[in-house]
């Protein structure tokens, strides 16, 4: 327990968010990466990339035993010990709601949760969540997603793991703090208009069932300047005036096309 007292503060706030995944839960070292960084637990250090800082973040976590590094060093787990340990230190902040656990209003103080359901429908009172940061779901989980961001306005990170809903709200742009979503495993194929109001989008996981090619798309995807990674990258290749997107990181491809913009 003296261990994470007496961690720096900003690898105590790192570690501590991790208290809401499973035990024995497969964190992957990227989207663990891309998790901190949208909810400013990364703070500068120069020149250095934001990933680099994380990843050494990481790393010293790690060295510490906080984390149990598998295989080839993309994959961790949370040293069991050490996971009871900052569950009871963030429990008013951070909440895992497992398989077959009913929980109708969630507690107001709560910034993180991660729900797991499957083959059970979960609906959540969000009312009083104004300081909700993440919301982190994972199986089939029926959830009432138009009711959902009308009430989390705050939240930074969003991922809709095999989430059963065929679409986006059009208020999903009211989102305005958003910097992480992944509806991949969503079976989401449109975008809503305000999709493109959110601004701080940082790191967008969409599905391939994803139909990106109109017009509309195609001209508006450039708002989101601030986006370092997108997949399926493909869609990249669509966008008009991709060069106002001076932050993307990496492209796995790019379709040349002969047309303006």
């Known amino acids: 327990r003296l261990s994470y007292i ?3 503060l900003h690898l105590k706030r790192c570690f501590s968010f991790c208290s809401i995944f499973p035990r024995n839960y497969t964190l992957q070292k990227e989207e663990l990466i891309d998790f901190w960084i949208a909810l400013d637990f990364v703070a500068p250090e120069g020149r250095m990339r934001a990933e680099d800082i994380a990843a050494k973040y990481l790393d010293e976590l790690t060295s510490r035993f906080f984390f149990d590094m598998i295989g080839d060093g993309q994959c961790y787990r949370m040293h069991d010990l ?5 569950r009871s230190a963030s429990f008013s902040e951070c909440l895992l ?3 077959g656990r009913h929980l109708n209003k969630i507690p107001s103080t709560v910034r993180h949760v991660f729900v797991h359901a499957e083959g059970i429908n979960m609906q959540i009172e969000l009312d009083e969540c104004k300081k909700l940061r993440s919301l982190v779901t994972d199986g089939r989980w029926n959830l009432d997603i138009n009711f959902a961001t009308k009430q989390i306005t705050s939240i930074r990170c969003l991922k809709l793991d095999a989430v059963s809903i065929k679409g986006l709200p059009e ?8 910097r992480y979503l ?4 969503a079976d989401i194929a449109t975008l809503p208009s305000s999709f493109y109001c959110l601004y701080n989008l940082q790191v967008l996981y969409l599905g391939h069932r994803s139909r990106c ?3 509309y798309f195609q001209k508006n995807f450039s708002k989101l300047t601030k986006l370092r990674k997108c997949l399926p990258a493909t869609i990249l290749s669509k966008v008009c005036s991709i060069g106002k997107l001076t932050s993307l990181q990496t492209f796995h491809s790019f379709d040349v096309r002969r047309e303006d913009g």
């Open 213 to 215: 090619s109109s017009g």
């Open 97 to 99: 709601l497992p398989s």
């Open 171 to 178: 208020h999903v742009g009211n989102l305005r703090h958003l």
């Open 182 to 185: 992944d509806i991949s495993k």
């Open 82 to 86: 050490m996971r009871e340990v900052v």
């Open 6 to 8: 007496y961690l720096p």
